[in-house]
Every structure is written in structure tokens, then in C-alpha cells.
T-cell receptor, first 114, second 117 residues
Framework: GESVGLHLPTLSVQEGDNSIINCAYS??????FIWYKQESGKGPQFIID?????DKRQGQRVTVLLNKTVKHLSLQIAATQPGDSAVYFCAEGALQTGANNLFFGTGTRLTVIP | KAGVTQTPRYLIKTRGQQVTLSCSPISGHRSVSWYQQTPGQGLQFLFE???????NKGNFPGRFSGRQFSNSRSEMNVSTLELGDSALYLCASSSSGTSGAGSGELFFGEGSRLTVL
């Protein structure tokens, strides 16, 4: 039968506005979370990470929030710029197990409207 | 500092053939992981190598294999190619150590886009 692609959530924002991208994770044992940005034709690029002993971490124009109670992760981008247009992936890992592999979400396509 | 380098960037194969992809990690990184990215399944973990040993493996058939050399460079091989193997194959390196927790952050290459006809 015909394969169906993943339904990629989309988010459109006006340039200069703030963006919030959400992600639900599934593994209670995950202790490490990371956001990647992937532009067309390129590999994923690290944005920001957070460990499970924290609930908030800030970078340059980006903030990651972690709510372990409801297994929810969000990425906030301040003053969104056209160069922020890309697909954003959240990923989870269990570093305490020694494993170095990450499990990725389906991604969210962010489009910034000039 | 050079990033992760993958070759070839694009290749076309036919069903039944085999393919070898190469990855050079960031200098000093000893962990190399491989991921498959498709529109249908997203990013899926294939395997991870550290110090020439496969340390972790995803849920892929035995047609998918890999190896790592003493200089940390890695190759992955897919034998008896199927149409469904068409994908972007991404290599990532990290500074993961020999013991304790993994290091977390993975640095990805640009990928090798494989098309199987």
C-alpha cells in the first residue's frame, strides 16, 4: 500500500514575534533532552539542551522548558527571524544508562513571515 | 575545527545492490552514530560505534551494518538494497567517554542522500 508520510506540525509566525514549539516525550527514564534545527538539505544543528535535573535553560534568543510531570518540552525563540525558518526536532536520551543514542520527535516546521 | 564529514553526498543505486557510506567525525570525537531519516519514519537510530566497537544498535535488519576504524572514521553498509532504503543517512559524532553517562550532544554531518531505484 501507499506509505503515508509523517504529519509535520507547522507553525507560522511574523518576524519579530516570539515562537513556541512544543514536544511531548514518552520515556520516563529519559534524562537528557535536546533541540535541533534542520534546514533544507542540511543535517540537524544543535540549538540547546537540558538535563532532567533542570526545568529551564536559556541560550541566546532561545529558552528550553522541561516539565517532567507531564513529559513536555518546549522551545521558545525570542524575536523570531527569517533565518529561523526550519524544521525543529526535539530528542530525548537516557545518558545515565551510558547510551549515546537519541530518540527524535517528528519535528515541527517553523515558517517566519517577513 | 572541521565538522563531521560524510561522503558521498548523493548516490543512486538499484535494488539488490549494496552501498557503503563514509563518515569522518570531529577531531577528538570517538563516538560515531548513524541515523536514517525518511519522510515516513523521521529520524531513526541505526547504531553507535565507540573505539571500533558497536556500543548500541537500533531496530534495523541485518542488511544494515557498520564499522569504525582506529582513527574513529566510520563506514556503514547496506546490502541487498530495497526501495524503502531510500533515505538521508546521517552520521553524528560526540565526545562520549569510555565510562559513565553518555555525553549527550551529537554533532551531525550533512548526510548522504541515497536513492534506490
Amino acid at each position: 500500500g501507499e506509505s503515508v508520510g509523517l504529519h509535520l506540525p507547522t507553525l507560522s509566525v511574523q518576524e519579530g514575534d516570539n515562537s513556541i514549539i512544543n514536544c511531548a516525550y514518552s520515556n520516563s527514564a529519559s534524562d537528557y533532552f535536546i533541540w535541533y534545527k534542520q534546514e533544507s538539505g542540511k543535517g540537524p544543528q544543535f540549538i540547546i539542551d537540558i538535563r532532567s535535573n533542570m526545568d529551564k535553560r536559556q541560550g541566546q534568543r532561545v529558552t528550553v522548558l522541561l516539565n517532567k510531570t507531564v513529559k513536555h518540552l518546549s522551545l521558545q525563540i525570542a524575536a523570531t527571524q527569517p533565518g529561523d525558518s526550519a524544521v525543529y526536532f526535539c530528542a530525548e536520551g537516557a545518558l545515565q544508562t551510558g547510551a549515546n543514542n537519541l530518540f527524535f520527535g517528528t519535528g515541527t516546521r517553523l515558517t517566519v513571515i517577513p | 575545527k572541521a565538522g563531521v564529514t560524510q561522503t558521498p553526498r548523493y548516490l543512486i543505486k538499484t535494488r539488490g545492490q549494496q552501498v557503503t557510506l563514509s563518515c569522518s567525525p570531529i577531531s577528538g570525537h570517538r563516538s560515531v552514530s548513524w541515523y536514517q531519516q525518511t519522510p515516513g519514519q523521521g529520524l531513526q537510530f541505526l547504531f553507535e560505534y565507540f573505539s571500533e566497537t558497536q556500543r548500541n544498535k537500533g531496530n534495523f535488519p541485518g542488511r544494515f551494518s557498520g564499522r569504525q576504524f582506529s582513527n574513529s572514521r566510520s563506514e556503514m553498509n547496506v546490502s541487498t538494497l530495497e526501495l524503502g532504503d531510500s533515505a538521508l543517512y546521517l552520521c553524528a559524532s560526540s565526545s562520549s567517554g569510555t565510562s559513565g553517562a553518555g555525553s549527550g550532544e551529537l554533532f551531525f554531518g550533512e548526510g548522504s542522500r541515497l536513492t534506490v531505484l
